[in-house]
């Protein structure tokens, strides 16, 4: 580059923040790239990524397959894909590979059009800084037209951040190439995935497409949207994944995979390097996690695309069946569930994220409501339920456990030094019996919900009887904890009852 070709380059940087391919060849990265989502996304905490990091995978299984060419990752926060990131990643942990192409999304800089390398030195995390590949950068400024260096288009976008941590955990010596498409045009995708493809040949490069998938269905439609999404990129046809981007359609269905041209990209150039063959490896929705809501997800995938002549896997995609009745919950079941309340508390407490609530027998993905109880020396720390049969039982105990550690409004959250001396107990409910008179509850069986006057309160079948309350006693202070008039249970106030079935983790010892 001559001093007069340099002098504009410096001077496009400077207004514009990219420097076109055609005056850039010889351009040398320079600069960090700064973390823009650490504390937000992931955590900011060094200690704290790292373990987040390796709890995910030590929860993913490795399935046999070869050398994956791609994967497909999710890239929100780690408290709601965390773990379907880490079922990808635990699929190439291990293997030689030096480079990673991370295919990134653009959602921050409007008017973007093209391939933006970073034109970055390096990105930093709170794990440290991952030198961006230079040779493979200026390989692919020199045959790829559509491409620009473009910092701006970079320097808030999360969908390549939140993989490179990741990479650093597992692959602590490997580099890797940030590249953000926009938008999902057919051509410019297939051109770029080709001439991926040929800078990539004989290198130990994996391509990374940072995807995630539906937005904003309610639980049920994202299920069923992402399960077409996913069965479609797993056929490897840019064809057919460009026209189901157009035309599949479901309530409040804003995205059916928002990485869209990173998959196309992505794909292309997998299949130019010899994928023939796509695993699914795992699925989840922000409303099966732990802190998710139901009403408004969004979806997450892993896919690895391998080469091989054994037929694709979408078995992941199976949703394990709900019994048709709520049996008694036998020891072992009880046990499952106390120590996934602990684990969910625990894993929050030290990493910021939840574990995801998957395998585990069937018998638990019954839709109950419950409540946790926290006890520290045998005093109230904390109880949080749900009534109403809503979501699966082991996910209704993992968010209530969550909410009374963090969220119960009349303590203050409990502290990891708390834990180890905090007893949980659980109460798996029946549901709720309306009844006309209340002389028929019964106490120490019957849980009661009392409402009136817009006003509510509820006790679990155990309160009266651990403060040796008669009946009366224990409808008064419902009347007391709902901001009634003492004897408002006595006219005009609507009762439902209910049992349930309590155990605590002094009981499973």
């Known amino acids: ?215 904003y269905p309610a639980y049920k439609d994202a299920v069923a949207s992402d399960r077409k999404t996913i069965s479609t990129i797993a056929g490897r046809n840019p064809d057919k994944i460009a026209s189901l981007m157009r035309d599949l359609d479901a309530p409040n269905l804003d995205t059916r995979a928002c990485g869209e041209a990173a998959i196309l990209a992505g794909l292309t150039a997998a299949r130019v390097l010899g994928a023939s063959r796509s695993i699914v490896i795992g699925y989840s929705n922000s409303g099966e996690v732990s802190v998710g809501d139901r009403e408004k997800v969004v979806g997450y995938g892993a896919i690895a695309f391998t080469a091989g002549e054994a037929s694709d896997d979408t078995s992941k995609l199976d949703r394990p069946e709900q019994p048709g009745s709520a049996t008694p919950l036998n020891e072992s079941e009880k046990k499952l569930l106390l120590s996934y309340a602990r684990e969910t508390i625990r894993q929050y407490l030290t990493t910021q994220t939840v574990p995801l609530a998957r395998r585990f027998p069937p018998r638990l993905n019954f839709k109950q409501g419950a409540f946790v109880t926290l006890k520290k020396d045998g005093l109230l720390r904390g109880c949080i339920g749900n009534i109403l049969p809503e979501d699966e039982l082991v996910r209704t105990v993992g968010k209530v456990a969550w909410q009374a550690a963090i969220k119960d409004p009349r303590f203050r959250p409990v502290e990891l030094k708390e834990l180890q001396s905090l007893e949980i107990e659980i109460s798996v409910l029946t549901p709720m019996e309306s009844i006309d008179d209340p002389s028929r509850i019964v106490v120490g069986r019957d849980g009661v919900l009392l409402y009136k006057e817009g006003r509510s309160a509820v006790f679990l079948p155990q309160v009266a009887p651990e403060n040796d309350w008669s009946r009366t006693e224990m409808l008064e202070n419902l009347c007391m904890k709902a901001r009634l008039p003492s004897g408002c249970w006595n006219q005009n106030a609507v009762f439902k009852t209910f049992q349930a079935e309590v155990f605590s983790e002094t009981d499973s010892r």
Request: proline share 7%; aromatic share 8%; net charge negative.
């Open 1 to 215: 580059m001559n001093k007069f070709t340099a002098l504009i380059a410096t001077i496009l940087t400077a207004l514009w923040g990219f420097i076109p391919s055609g005056i850039s060849e010889d351009l040398k990265l320079s600069g960090i790239r700064p973390p823009a989502v650490a504390g937000q996304f992931y955590p900011s905490d060094p200690e704290k990524l790292e373990q987040a990091i390796r709890q995910f995978i030590r929860e993913s299984v490795a399935i046999p397959m070869e050398n994956p060419i791609a994967i497909m990752v999710p890239h929100a926060g780690y408290i709601y894909s965390g773990q379907i990131s880490a079922d990808a990643f635990r699929q190439v942990m291990d293997r030689d590979y030096e480079v990673f192409i991370i295919l990134g999304v653009n959602h921050t800089t409007g008017g973007f059009r093209g391939i933006a390398l970073a034109g970055y030195e390096s990105y930093r995390t709170p794990l440290g800084d991952v030198p961006v590949d230079r040779t493979l950068t200026k390989a692919l400024m020199e045959q790829c037209g559509d491409c620009v260096q473009n910092r701006e288009v970079h320097r808030r976008e999360h969908s390549i951040e939140v993989q490179v941590p990741f990479i650093q955990v597992l692959f602590p010596d490997a580099k890797i190439v940030p590249v953000i498409i926009h938008p999902p045009d057919p051509d410019l995708c297939n051109r770029f995935g080709r001439t991926l493809a040929g800078v990539l040949q004989d290198k130990k490069a994996l391509i990374v497409i940072s995807s995630d998938l539906s937005h």
